[in-house]
């Protein structure tokens, strides 16, 4: 069975500094991955996503994500972390085949910008 | 620009009352999904349709029915609803069901009482 595992709950970092959020992976062959960000009483919006070719993937509002095969990692960074940055964060997880195939989400990650 | 529209916003249901959680894209995408979100237990997936005419279960069905007559909408029916279906739901809709991302709703937060 797949999963995703967001090992930290919440992430606290000060405005400017570089930021990352981590997500692990487990899947049957390769994956497609994807990160989306959660603001107050919203829903989920789509940030990134790694389907093949290169292990950085650059996103929406300056965030990026590394794929890592041998880790089976795709963390979420910033290089300079902004206030407005603070929401819930989900990685999610399917596997790279036709057909519908099930996206499993994580259990998302807090992220708090202290100003 | 509507995107996935979800109505009501907020409800508050006896328990034992039913209720539809209506949803709408106007992307023509022929993806649609309902999820439901727990604190700290991320999203569920209740069920799926992949077209007009086809839906299938996810991973948490019991208590919800659904339909699929157009391609735009997907509305989720509680029936009986107890207090355990107390959650955030939202639904999502998705090009196809290769690399593509899914669009959220803005969700309908249910409280059963």
């Known amino acids: 069975a797949q999963s995703v595992a967001q090992p930290e709950d919440q992430v606290n970092v000060a405005e400017g500094n570089p930021l990352t959020v981590k997500c692990t992976y487990s899947v049957s062959g390769n994956p497609y991955l994807f990160w989306y960000v959660q603001y107050p009483n919203r829903g989920l919006q789509f940030l990134l996503k790694y389907i093949t070719g290169d292990n950085l993937v650059k996103g929406s509002y300056g965030f990026e994500a590394e794929f890592n095969k041998s880790q089976t990692s795709f963390h979420l960074k910033k290089p300079s972390a902004l206030v407005s940055d603070s929401a819930l964060y989900f990685c999610a997880v399917r596997p790279y085949s036709g057909g519908y195939q099930k996206v499993t989400f994580g259990t998302g990650t807090k992220l708090q910008v202290i100003p | 620009n509507a995107g996935v529209t979800q109505t009501p916003k907020f409800r508050i249901l006896k328990i034992g009352q039913s209720m539809t959680l209506q949803c709408t894209q106007d992307m023509n995408h022929n993806y649609m999904y309902w999820y439901r979100q727990d604190p700290g237990m991320g999203l569920k997936l209740i069920y799926y349709?992949?077209?007009?005419?086809?839906?299938d279960k996810g991973e948490v069905p019991n208590g919800y029915n659904v339909s699929r007559s157009t391609t735009e909408d997907f509305p989720l029916r509680l029936e009986l609803a107890a207090p355990s279906q107390t959650s955030v739901y939202f639904c999502?809709?998705?090009?196809?069901?290769?690399?593509?991302?899914?669009?959220f709703g803005q969700g309908t937060r249910l409280t059963v009482v």
């Open positions: 999502a809709s998705s090009y196809s069901e290769v690399n593509t991302e899914a669009f």
């Open positions: 349709s992949v077209g007009a005419g086809i839906t």
